[in-house]
């Protein structure tokens, strides 16, 4: 798929949210982005103050990741004002029965502010990837980062309403050693 002169190289789908939330077209778009051959990985929206490891199994009870996928995606971006303490544990906890689950490291989706204020030490082993719109270059962080999302309103075929764009740090080797093998 090219739009604008522009290859979408690989897509994330919402899966799941919470520990009962299952994206109603998360199974469509799932099948569509492996029909078009593009690398594809789920993502679980997050919501702190709620058992994380029952988000967890949510998200594993959905999610079938294989080879050629790219690794399972923590979005974490509200607070629910969670002392640091706190929201560090329960997002540790998801992120250690996924990546025993699947045998990867997760990746962690959030925005700038959210990042420095509750990972920005202690997480740095796990992939990031930041969301941070109107920047010209680069997202805003010191932290190394693999993916940045740089748009909310991004057009894709096939679908209504506008997408999230993404670009990924590194080059095709570094995209592929990202793979689950």
């Known amino acids: 798929m090219e739009i604008k002169g522009i290859k979408i190289g690989f897509a994330f789908i919402k899966a799941t949210e919470g520990f009962n939330n299952v994206d109603e077209q998360f199974r469509r778009n799932w099948l569509k982005s492996e029909e078009m051959g593009i690398p594809k990985g789920a993502y679980h929206f997050f919501i702190p103050g709620k058992d994380a490891k029952r988000q967890a199994s949510n998200f594993i009870e959905i999610v079938n990741l294989k080879k050629g996928d790219l690794p399972p995606v923590l979005d974490i971006e509200i607070g629910r004002r969670l002392s640091v303490d706190k929201m560090r544990t329960e997002v540790k906890a998801w992120l250690d029965v996924v ?61 209504k309403s506008p997408v999230d764009f993404n670009v990924f740090y590194g080059d095709s080797s570094d995209f592929e050693n990202l793979l689950i093998q």
Request: charge should be negative; hydrophobic fraction near 30%; proline fraction near 7%.
């Open 99 to 159: 990546e025993k689950n699947y045998g990867v490291k997760p990746i962690i989706y959030t925005n700038v502010d959210f990042y420095q204020k509750y990972f920005q030490d202690g997480f740095e082993e796990y992939p990031l990837w930041i969301a941070h719109y109107l920047q010209p270059d680069k997202p805003r962080i010191e932290n190394k980062w693999m993916f940045w999302q740089h748009s909310e309103s991004g057009k894709v075929n096939g679908i």
